[in-house]
T-cell receptor, first 117, second 110 residues
Framework: AQKVTQAQTEISVVEKEDVTLDCVYETRDTTYYLFWYKQPPSGELVFLIRRNSFDEQNEISGRYSWNFQKSTSSFNFTITASQVVDSAVYFCALTTAGGTSYGKLTFGQGTILTVHP | EAQVTQNPRYLITVTGKKLTVTCSQNMNHEYMSWYRQDPGLGLRQIYYSMNVEVTDKGDVPEGYKVSRKEKRNFPLILESPSPNQTSLYFC?????????FGPGTRLTVL
């Protein structure tokens, strides 16, 4: 069985602070994919990043960066210099490459991020 | 523009009145799926389809039907909706692993 845990239910920061959202996952598959999605107040789910299990390179995209560590089964997401527009619910998700779980995303419970001006 | 569309975006209906939520993608993706999002329960998969005429149950399929007669469309059918199906529904499509989501359909069953 697969599981994704986002231990932080809610985080509140002041604009320009850096914030890290934690994600820990469990899977027995050796090939899997990890994702982060953003759900702004308008409700849609916006794809942010995908990471393959065989690629542990960290990634930076503007103010966003992701730290993938297989040794600790973690895929953390950092927003640098947060802005009010970053306020949203952020979901970490996992899917595997084959078998009966192919394609199904297992989501964490989400972290509500509020950035105050 | 590559996208997944859903209609309607909002729907209020009554118990037992059959309804269909349409989903269409223009990315030629083989894999499509439906999820529902509920407070405290998160996002759960209802049904998925790996290609035309190939569908299978997800985690919470009871009370739902799907069909995949064309690659681009994957409608979700509620034959006899009940109040416990009040939820936010998302359609998603995937080509090479990354799932892209539609804008969501907020359904209320009275």
């Amino acid at each position: 069985a697969q599981k994704v845990t986002q231990a932080q239910t809610e985080i509140s920061v002041v604009e320009k602070e850096d914030v890290t959202l934690d994600c820990v996952y469990e899977t027995r598959d050796t090939t899997y994919y990890l994702f982060w999605y953003k759900q702004p107040p308008s409700g849609e789910l916006v794809f942010l990043i995908r990471r393959n299990s065989f690629d542990e390179q960290n990634e930076i995209s503007g103010r966003y960066s992701w730290n993938f560590q297989k040794s600790t089964s973690s895929f953390n997401f950092t927003i640098t210099a947060s802005q009010v527009v970053d306020s949203a619910v952020y979901f970490c998700a996992l899917t595997t490459a084959g078998g009966t779980s192919y394609g199904k995303l297992t989501f964490g419970q989400g972290t509500i991020l509020t950035v105050h001006p | 523009e590559a996208q997944v569309t859903q209609n309607p975006r909002y729907l209020i209906t009554v118990t037992g009145k059959k309804l269909t939520v349409t989903c269409s993608q223009n990315m030629n993706h083989e894999y499509m799926s439906w999820y529902r999002q509920d407070p405290g329960l998160g996002l759960r998969q209802i049904y998925y389809s790996m290609n035309v005429e190939v569908t299978d149950k997800g985690d919470v399929p009871e009370g739902y039907k799907v069909s995949r007669k064309e690659k681009r469309n994957f409608p979700l059918i509620l034959e006899s909706p009940s109040p416990n199906q009040t939820s936010l529904y998302f359609c998603a499509s995937s080509g090479r692993g990354t799932q892209y989501f539609g804008p969501g359909t907020r359904l209320t069953v009275l």
